[in-house]
């Protein structure tokens, strides 16, 4: 493969960055933080003093051996990442916010899919912007740009060992394989950034989807060639949660909340609902008996159909009536097309008592 195609081949692939492209992003991004660290300060001003919570949190980042954002070294070491292994592995450094954590401060699910989809996209703009291929969806190669195709997930499975908490600084490594004959399987794994002690596994599954007729593609041989080179043969799991989900409908469905309508700020590049957005709705059906004693320990989502922002939802669940365990609940999930109940999400969650967790 010429050097010209190898450089800069993201997303679920690995990335060769030139210089003056790392120069570049390295500013662009020291501009955007100096911003946003300015606007969190004018926004928490009072009588011409900070407010105790900017204060709490950059305590947090000083307590944890990192600069307070807008320094060149905590914007270096949390935005941009680095390739490791052979330019194999990608790896990504992040500091749990405070407005990423819930009443009990620690992560949320959706907190982690956040930060792996960060991570996710950030392999993706460097492959944007530096192959020249902007406005064609992140992570699509030369090849795959020609035939305007663009990559879509249709599975995820997250397992959480523990959550991290307020200020805590989390490693993220992120790799690519082959899935089948026309998938990709990407992985992530997340550390404790000081321990090292592994978090959370997740694995996806993606396939190609014509951008403009928005129908699944076979993966062409020209694409499967590009990205061979950056496969990684390693799995973040021993064994994938492969069983197959069953659908809910009114008669199996214990919850169902209706009317659940995307807003434009839920949409992605794609033109389609961000995948995070799901995890939310998905709560929104959960019994709050289950959401006050129980922490969500693994999700397993199939991915059936695009969201769009016209759609109106509905969310299904049915809790494990007689859990084996009384400590652990399953519980199943559906998100669907209120109008014509086609499916959107198949979902499955481990639960596990907030009592095992202290």
């Known amino acids: 493969m010429a050097m010209a195609n190898r450089v800069g081949l993201v997303n679920l692939l690995g990335l060769v960055e030139t210089e003056n492209f790392r120069e570049r992003k390295c500013n662009y991004v020291l501009r955007c933080e100096k911003r946003e660290v300015r606007g969190v300060r004018n926004v928490n001003r009072v009588n ?3 407010s105790a919570v900017l204060e709490a949190e950059k305590a947090k980042f000083l307590s944890n051996g990192l600069d307070w954002p807008g320094s060149t070294s905590t914007m270096l070491a949390s935005k941009l990442g680095r390739f490791v292994e052979k330019q194999l592995v990608y790896r990504q450094t992040f500091v749990i916010r405070s407005y990423e954590v819930g009443p009990d401060k620690t992560a949320s699910m959706e907190t982690l899919m956040n930060l792996l989809q960060m991570n996710e996209q950030e392999t993706a703009l460097n492959h944007v912007m530096s192959s020249g291929l902007a406005g064609d969806g992140f992570g699509a190669t030369q090849e795959m740009s020609i035939r305007k195709l663009i990559w879509v997930v249709t599975r995820i499975n997250i397992q959480v060992d523990r959550y991290s908490a307020w200020g805590d600084v989390v490693e993220i490594d992120t790799w690519v394989d082959a899935s089948g004959k026309n998938g990709m399987r990407r992985d992530w794994i997340i550390r404790d950034y000081h321990t090292q002690q592994i978090l959370t596994r997740a694995t996806s599954t993606w396939v190609v989807m014509n951008r403009e007729t928005r129908r699944l593609s076979k993966l062409p041989e020209q694409v499967r060639e590009e990205i061979r080179p950056y496969y990684l043969k390693r799995f973040a799991f021993s064994t994938d949660d492969t ?7 009114d008669d199996t469905a214990k919850n169902i909340r209706s009317g659940l309508v995307p807003r434009w700020s ?4 794609n033109q389609h609902v961000n995948n995070v957005k799901y995890i939310g709705w998905i709560f929104e059906s959960v019994p709050m008996k289950v959401l006050e004693d129980y922490t969500l320990a693994g999700m397993t989502l199939e991915y059936r159909r695009e969201c769009l922002l016209s759609h109106v939802l509905d969310s299904l669940t049915t809790m494990e009536e007689e859990p084996s365990i009384p400590s652990e609940l399953e519980s199943t999930h559906l998100l669907r097309m209120q109008a ?6 198949r979902a499955r969650a481990y639960w596990r008592s907030k009592g095992l967790n202290t």
């Open 340 to 345: 014509d109940k086609a499916e959107i999400i």
């Open 266 to 269: 839920d949409m992605d590049m």
């Open 48 to 50: 011409g003093r900070e």
């Open 243 to 249: 069983e197959k989900i069953n659908k809910l409908n």
